[in-house]
């Protein structure tokens, strides 16, 4: 490199560190010690969300889909609750699917494996599709894997969505609890019924 190169480099990265250094004494970090902190961490989260403070990459949109946690998704809940006694091989909430291992109900020459895709977050007939493959082994090297399609499909689907109604209500019913005592809190009086 040219002598006149590393000459301007390093003041300029020595300047650019002090700008940047210097920046931080704005108070952003600098916490206000005259309130007392709640001690418990999950309380101040809520009490941190309720106000509107944290970190907000993106401008909040209603528009579009709203995605739940998978504690709280009706739909995955009653899905996981299914299928519980069986194991599961692949499980992406993200990209919403759940894939069972193969099950044997003591038959060792036939096993099932279950696959629930998610196409909504909504409780509807129309938000899951259940697949179930059925593989017949005449021996251990010799399997058959096909797609059935019979009233099995059918009662683990209904099944899912009976369950997954109640999961809603109930996440409704706390939903419209916690607004109540959100406006009794602020003052409000508009409650939303």
């Known amino acids: 490199m040219h002598l006149k ?9 020595i300047f650019f560190f002090v700008l940047l250094l210097n920046g931080c004494n704005s108070g952003f970090l600098k916490p206000d010690w005259s309130k007392t902190a709640e001690p418990d961490g999950k309380k101040r989260a809520r009490q941190n969300v309720e106000e509107g403070k944290g970190l907000q990459l ?21 899905s996981l609750g299914a299928i519980d006694f069986m ?45 179930i493959n059925k593989k ?32 809603q209500k109930e996440l409704d019913e706390n939903k419209k609890n916690n607004t109540r005592r959100k406006s009794a809190v602020t003052g409000n009086e508009n409650r939303p019924d």
């Open 136 to 167: 017949l082994c005449s021996s251990v090297e010799n399997c058959s894997v096909t797609e059935i399609k019979n009233d099995l499909n059918f009662k683990i689907k209904n099944k899912i969505l009976k369950q997954a109604a109640i999961y």
């Open 58 to 78: 993106f401008k909040k949109d209603d528009s579009g889909g709203n995605f739940l946690f998978a504690s709280s998704n009706p739909l995955w809940r009653a």
């Open 87 to 131: 194991t599961l091989s692949s499980v992406d909430y993200a990209g919403g699917i759940i894939i069972t291992d193969w099950y044997s109900d003591g038959n060792q020459n036939e096993s099932i494996k279950i696959t629930i895709r998610f196409l909504s977050n909504e409780v509807r007939s129309d938000a899951l599709d259940v697949k």
């Open 5 to 13: 190169t590393i000459l301007f480099i390093k003041p300029a990265i």
